[in-house]
């Protein structure tokens, strides 16, 4: 099995294996201050990848790992693998987001200090037993504080509501124009909370390509980036509410939703509406970081997750927060996906022991 290295910044007392997520599932076998994480398995509700994990994961318990640690999912089959060791070992169970900054302070070379993580992706779960998509996470490798997170809205259909975006774009316009939605999130239907940025990115997606579905995940949101690409910014981008509820910060997008149709009504040419829309989600992390950071007093800020992939979004907000004074980190040898979840649970459950 062919593994990629990646040394540690701290030295674990006790050898880990990491089993990862359920989709771009890599598995992370951790000893002293090395880690090694193996090849992808793209989804593991496909039995051919699933075969694949589970042999790569056993050839790993060979090596008598101290600790097992997985995903706080209980619905990925990485989690119900490493739950079936329950007689040999008492898994450790990680917050998918947490797992996501820690992966990239590893590879970044930073030792157990406080950071600023912003985790954006589709969807983990999170410790409220909510889906979680778009965190602000104040933490080290052993704790995490969410402090700040995109305001959330039922996901009406569940998983459906990935490949059918239209349904995700109605809960923002507060199911005006669907009152099926509507009366399913009511009842309480198959309608899960979540604060997915990757799942707004499917609805402004959807709105700006007049596309209700997709064939396969962030289809639509690729899409809108090859098109803001080609566009100019009209302005620092629309508006957006940044609330303080309780002891968090909460991000209200809702005006993005009143301008945009605006715009487009207006002759406005599609890619430039695009790409305002991403100046826009970098503004959201800037500003948050600020709030933050007078909070926190911690100036790193570490940005994770598939939505990070839109190389448009990550340097938009690079360059924001390099200009308030910011030191940035991104991955350098992972994928910001789920392939560096693995690294994540490995070094926190290390930590922790």
């Known amino acids: 099995m062919k593994t990629v290295k990646i040394k540690l910044p701290v030295k674990l007392k006790k050898t880990v294996l990491a089993l990862g997520p359920q989709t771009k599932n890599t598995i992370c076998f951790a000893k002293g201050s090395n880690a090694y994480v193996s090849p992808v398995h793209a989804e593991l509700s496909s039995p051919k990848d699933l075969l694949a994990f589970e042999k790569d994961a056993k050839c790993f318990l060979k090596k008598h790992p101290k600790i097992i640690t997985c995903d706080l999912h209980p619905e990925y089959q990485s989690t119900k693998f490493a739950l079936s060791l329950y007689g040999s070992y008492k898994p450790v169970l990680i917050q998918h987001h947490h797992a996501h900054i820690a992966a990239c302070m ?56 990935v490949l059918e975006p239209w349904r995700v774009l109605a809960a923002w316009f507060d199911f005006n124009k669907s009152q099926a939605l509507r009366k399913i999130y009511q009842a309480g239907i198959n309608s899960p909370l979540a604060s997915s940025m990757g799942r707004l990115f499917d609805a402004v997606a959807s709105l700006i390509l007049n596309k209700k579905k997709a064939s396969f995940e962030a289809e639509l949101p690729i899409a809108l980036e090859k098109l803001a690409e080609k566009g100019k910014l009209l302005s620092s981008g629309y508006r957006f509410n940044l609330k303080k509820y309780k002891d968090n910060y909460i991000i209200d997008p809702s005006g993005i939703f009143k301008q945009i149709p605006k715009d487009l009504k207006s002759g406005i040419l599609r890619k430039d509406v695009a790409l305002n829309f991403h100046r826009s989600v970098a503004s959201m992390i800037a500003q948050t970081c600020l709030v933050l950071r007078r909070r926190n007093k911690t100036k790193k800020v570490v940005l994770s997750g598939g939505v990070f992939q839109n190389r448009l979004l990550l340097n938009f907000s690079s360059d924001l927060l390099n200009e308030e004074g910011f030191e940035v980190f991104t991955h350098q040898k992972l994928s910001c996906n789920d392939s560096c979840v693995s690294l994540g649970e490995a070094i926190i459950a290390g930590l922790r022991s």
């Open 106 to 161: 590893a590879e970044n070379g930073l030792k157990d200090q406080k950071v600023i993580g912003v985790a954006f992706d589709g969807t983990g779960l999170g410790s409220d037993n909510n889906i979680w998509g778009a965190e602000f996470l104040v933490c080290n490798y052993k704790t995490f504080v969410r402090q700040a997170h995109l305001k959330e809205i039922p996901l009406v259909g569940g998983e459906r509501a």
